[in-house]
């Protein structure tokens, strides 16, 4: 008798376990072509839209798994280092020591891995940052990985460049078709390009392909807090929109039908 509810607690145990973990899915690329090829530039995932997010789940009672494409450490972007996209400079310091330090964020898993064990998890996010426009863009597993949270209703949180990966599933097998989105906008987009990385990248302009894709993108004015939920997706702008991500995020988790 003892043995059957010891047996029970560990399958309890391991369900409710199972029900809240999140996937962090990260870029590990590290330089990006800029002009053709005619430039190259540092590149990776950025810090805050990572940390903040991490943060505000890890608060909340969710544990987390880490994946790459080929499980090697995720590079963080040197630009996201700079001041101006931190409110809070402790956090920005206590960010800097977590990726240096943390085990877990430093022995991610790998994509593959991560989609086998896809029911493990409640929920998954995408920092953004230029990186994932090269590694994250072309992997297979990707748009695998989308249609499977969108079939479960898993909350799914796409933050600033992420929301392009969407573009990875087929149109006839995309089941964000008609879903309200946000991303970069376009603005935002030109002046990234021309005043702070000072040339173009091969992938570009997020929210027209989104557009023609058939997704109804909406927008804030450059640096707003801005993000928008539809359904099981979240979706945000740019560096400075953790709060309103972190706040629609964490509602879905709550609201997830299979939490229970």
């Given at each position: 008798m003892k043995n059957l509810i010891l047996v029970a607690f560990v399958l309890i145990t391991n369900v409710v376990f199972a029900?809240?973990?999140v996937l962090f899915v990260m870029s590990s690329a590290d330089t990006l072509e800029l002009?053709?090829?005619e430039k190259l530039r540092q590149t990776g995932v950025f810090l805050n839209e990572f940390y903040l997010a991490y943060k505000s789940v890890t608060e909340n009672g969710y544990s987390v798994d880490?994946?790459?494409?080929?499980?090697v450490t995720a590079t963080i972007d040197k630009e996201s280092i700079d001041d101006k996209y931190w409110n809070n400079l402790e956090i920005k310091e206590k960010a800097l020591s977590f990726v240096r330090s943390d085990s877990l964020f430093n022995n991610p898993k790998t994509l593959k891995a991560a989609i086998e064990n896809k029911p493990d998890y409640i929920g998954l996010i995408i920092p953004g940052g230029q990186g994932l426009m090269i590694d994250l863009q072309c992997n297979p597993n990707i748009p695998k990985l989308l249609k499977y949270f969108a079939g479960e209703e898993k909350p799914t949180g796409l933050i600033c460049h992420a929301p392009s990966l969407i573009l990875t599933i087929p149109k006839e097998e995309n089941p964000y078709i008609g879903f309200k989105v946000n991303s970069v906008s376009p603005l935002e987009e030109f002046v990234i390009e021309h005043f702070i990385m000072k040339g173009k990248p091969q992938n570009r302009k997020i929210a027209k392909r989104l557009k023609k894709l058939g997704l109804k993108y909406r927008h804030g004015l450059p640096k707003a807090n801005y993000a928008i939920r539809d359904r099981?997706?979240?979706t945000s702008q740019n560096p400075y929109s953790g709060e309103a991500f972190n706040k629609l995020y964490l509602k879905a988790l709550i609201e997830y039908?299979?939490?229970e």
């Open positions: 029900q809240n973990k002009n053709n090829g880490f994946a790459t494409p080929n499980g099981n997706l979240i039908p299979g939490k």
